[in-house]
C-alpha cells in the first residue's frame, strides 16, 4: 500500500486507538515495513469465531462490527456492537489464552486492517508510541476486575451489572445487550428475583437501562457503569 497515495486510509489509520500520537511520516515508515492486510465484509459475515486462536490484531477502519460473549455455564449472553476506528479484541494476543471468546461478524459493510502477531510484535519494538498505547490499553482492561472484585461482596444488583458490562464491553461499545433467562441473571447478580425486578426497575425509569423479556439492553453505558461508583 503506497501510503501517499492514499491519504484517506491514512487518516482512519491515525484514527486508530493504538496509533495515537504518530504522525504521518512515522505512520508511512511503518507501513511501508510491514505487511498490513485490508480485507472487506458484508452484513453478518463472520470475522472471528468463538474459540479461534487470535493469530493477528484486526483493526476496526470503517463501518462496525457484532461482537457476541456468552458466558461460561450460564445461558447468558452480552452482545455489544465496535464501530470504527477501534482495535478488535487485542487482549487475545497475550497470555496463557489466546481464543477469542465469542463470535464477531460485520454489522454491514466494513472494512478490516489486520497484521500478523509476529509483525506486529516487531512494529511494537520499532515504535515505542505504538507500544506505549497498547499497555495503556491492556492495563485498563486487567485493572478493572481486580479493582471490582474487591467490593464485590457489598455490591447491590446495579453494581453487579455494572461489572458485568464493564468486563464484557468497552468504552467504545454501543447497542449494548444483556440476554439470559431471570434465573440465570438472579444467579449472576447475587439477587432473588424479587430483588433483581426492583433493581431492574429503577434502571428503566432512569433511562439506564430497557427491559424486554429476557433482554436488558443498555441505552447509557456510562451512566451504568456511575453506580460502581457510589
Same mark, same amino acid.
Request: aromatic fraction near 6%; charged fraction near 20%.
Given at each position: 500500500?503506497?501510503?501517499?497515495?492514499?491519504?484517506s486510509?491514512v487518516?482512519?489509520?491515525?484514527?486508530?486507538?493504538?496509533?495515537?500520537?504518530?504522525t504521518?511520516?512515522q505512520l508511512?515508515?511503518l507501513v511501508?515495513?510491514?505487511?498490513f492486510?485490508?480485507l472487506?465484509y458484508s452484513a $453478518?459475515?463472520?470475522?472471528?469465531?468463538?474459540g479461534e486462536?487470535?493469530?493477528?490484531v484486526?483493526?476496526i477502519?470503517?463501518?462496525a462490527?457484532?461482537?457476541?460473549?456468552?458466558l461460561?455455564?450460564?445461558?447468558?449472553?452480552?452482545?455489544? &456492537?465496535?464501530?470504527?476506528?477501534?482495535v478488535?479484541?487485542? $487482549?487475545? !494476543?497475550?497470555?496463557l489464552d489466546?481464543?477469542?471468546h465469542?463470535e464477531?461478524?460485520?454489522?454491514?459493510?466494513?472494512s478490516?486492517?489486520?497484521?500478523e502477531?509476529?509483525?506486529?510484535?516487531?512494529m511494537?519494538?520499532?515504535?515505542?508510541?505504538v507500544? !506505549?498505547? !497498547?499497555?495503556?490499553?491492556?492495563?485498563?482492561r486487567a485493572?478493572q476486575?481486580?479493582i471490582y472484585?474487591? $467490593?464485590?461482596?457489598?455490591?447491590?444488583?446495579e453494581? &453487579?451489572?455494572a461489572?458485568l458490562?464493564?468486563?464484557?464491553?468497552t &468504552?467504545?461499545?454501543t447497542?449494548?445487550v444483556?440476554?439470559?433467562?431471570r434465573m440465570a441473571?438472579a444467579?449472576?447478580l447475587?439477587s432473588?428475583?424479587?430483588q433483581?425486578?426492583?433493581a431492574?426497575?429503577r !434502571?428503566s425509569?432512569?433511562?439506564?437501562?430497557?427491559v424486554?423479556?429476557?433482554?436488558i439492553?443498555v441505552?447509557?453505558?456510562?451512566?451504568l457503569?456511575?453506580y460502581?461508583?457510589k
Open positions: 500500500m503506497e501510503v501517499n497515495e492514499n491519504n486510509i487518516d482512519l489509520i491515525l484514527g486508530l486507538p493504538l496509533f495515537q500520537g504518530i504521518r511520516e508511512k515508515l511501508e515495513r510491514f505487511p492486510h485490508f472487506k $453478518d459475515e463472520p470475522i472471528v469465531h468463538d486462536p487470535c493469530r493477528q484486526k483493526f477502519l470503517t463501518g462490527v457484532d461482537v457476541i460473549t456468552p461460561p455455564a450460564s445461558d447468558i449472553v452480552v452482545s455489544h &456492537r465496535l464501530k470504527a476506528p477501534d478488535l479484541l487485542a $487482549d487475545r !494476543l497475550f497470555g489466546i481464543c477469542y465469542g464477531v461478524s460485520a454489522g454491514g459493510d466494513c478490516i486492517m489486520q497484521l502477531k509476529k509483525d506486529f510484535f516487531a511494537l519494538q520499532s515504535s515505542e508510541v507500544l !506505549l498505547n !497498547l499497555l495503556n490499553m491492556l492495563s485498563f485493572q476486575p481486580s472484585l474487591r $467490593d464485590i461482596d457489598t455490591m447491590g444488583v453494581q &453487579r451489572l461489572t458490562v464493564s468486563t464484557t464491553t &468504552r467504545q461499545s447497542d449494548i444483556v440476554a439470559g433467562s441473571l444467579t449472576l447475587g432473588s428475583r424479587a433483581q425486578h426492583e431492574l426497575a !434502571l425509569n432512569k433511562g439506564v437501562i430497557s424486554d423479556g429476557n433482554e439492553a441505552n447509557n453505558r456510562q451512566a457503569l456511575n460502581l461508583k
